[in-house]
């Protein structure tokens, strides 16, 4: 885990101590894109398809469109279509075959206890689905907090309103926080509020409103 040291270091030398560390979940924890987002991006276009009576090239369109436009494909189901939050949820991430795939990754474990100050998650992913993936990577009882798409009343990352939410539930200042992401509009957003951020990536490219990156957690 050298290079999660060298960037949590280069946090923790900074003039303001972090007294959080803000986790995004998917594909920052483990690697959810692989096998977990396909059957839940699937779910989602056959339930676009039967609501909205559309075809399965038009219900593919608007997954994306809303998921790029809004973070969250429910976002924009709800603004402009007037979906049933909760039953869109429970349909699209009430997955059997969670438990075969994900594994206990004792290096994840190993860098929750490393880090001081409270450990939070942040999903645009539903509370059931957030809950129990936590319970099956083993973390769920080295953390204190998550916050999932419902705790943002429907206004997932990057909006602002998602992120000011957290910090007030949470009761914390954004200058002593650090975000670790995926997604680089996620951190965007985190910097302009004064967080520390650190992109979870492989890629070279440096960006101004990155403090540092890490090549995974897992």
Same mark, same amino acid.
């Given at each position: 885990?050298?290079?999660?040291?060298?960037?949590?270091?280069?946090?923790?030398?900074?003039?303001?101590?972090?007294?959080?560390?803000?986790?995004?979940?998917?594909?920052?924890? !483990?690697?959810?894109?692989?096998?977990?987002?396909?059957?839940? /991006?699937?779910?989602? @276009?056959? #339930?676009? %398809?039967?609501? *909205?009576?559309?075809?399965?090239?038009?219900?593919?369109?608007?997954?994306?469109?809303?998921?790029?436009?809004?973070?969250?494909?429910?976002?924009?189901?709800?603004?402009?279509?007037?979906?049933?939050?909760?039953?869109?949820?429970?349909?699209?991430?009430?997955?059997?075959?969670?438990?075969?795939?994900?594994?206990?990754?004792?290096?994840?474990?190993?860098? !929750?206890?490393?880090?001081?100050?409270?450990?939070?998650?942040? /999903?645009?992913?539903? @509370?059931? #689905?957030? %809950?129990?993936? *936590?319970?099956?990577?083993?973390?769920?009882?080295?953390?204190?907090?998550?916050?999932?798409?419902?705790?943002?009343?429907?206004?997932?990352?990057?909006?602002?309103?998602?992120?000011?939410?957290?910090?007030?539930?949470?009761?914390?200042?954004?200058?002593?926080?650090?975000?670790?992401?995926?997604?680089?509009?996620?951190?965007?957003?985190?910097?302009?509020?004064?967080?520390?951020?650190?992109?979870?990536?492989?890629?070279?490219?440096?960006?101004?409103?990155?403090?540092?990156?890490?090549?995974?957690?897992?």
């Amino acid at each position: 885990m050298k290079f999660l040291a060298e960037a949590c270091q280069k946090i923790e030398q900074s003039e303001i101590k972090p007294s959080a560390w803000i986790f995004d979940f998917d594909n920052t924890l !483990f690697p959810s894109g692989r096998q977990i987002f396909p059957l839940i /991006s699937e779910r989602m @276009s056959q #339930y676009i %398809e039967r609501h *909205l009576c559309v075809d399965r090239i038009e219900a593919n369109r608007l997954r994306k469109l809303y998921w790029d436009k809004y973070g969250a494909t429910l976002t924009g189901l709800v603004r402009h279509h007037a979906v049933d939050s909760k039953d869109f949820l429970k349909k699209t991430h009430d997955i059997v075959e969670l438990d075969s795939l994900t594994y206990r990754s004792s290096r994840l474990r190993w860098v !929750f206890r490393q880090l001081s100050g409270k450990k939070i998650i942040f /999903s645009n992913s539903p @509370s059931v #689905y957030l %809950e129990k993936m *936590l319970r099956l990577l083993g973390i769920r009882h080295l953390l204190d907090g998550t916050f999932s798409i419902e705790s943002t009343n429907l206004n997932p990352k990057p909006s602002m309103i998602g992120f000011r939410k957290v910090l007030k539930i949470h009761r914390l200042e954004a200058k002593r926080c650090v975000m670790v992401e995926d997604s680089l509009i996620n951190l965007f957003s985190a910097k302009r509020l004064g967080m520390k951020t650190i992109l979870v990536t492989n890629e070279l490219n440096q960006h101004n409103w990155v403090d540092a990156k890490v090549r995974q957690l897992y």
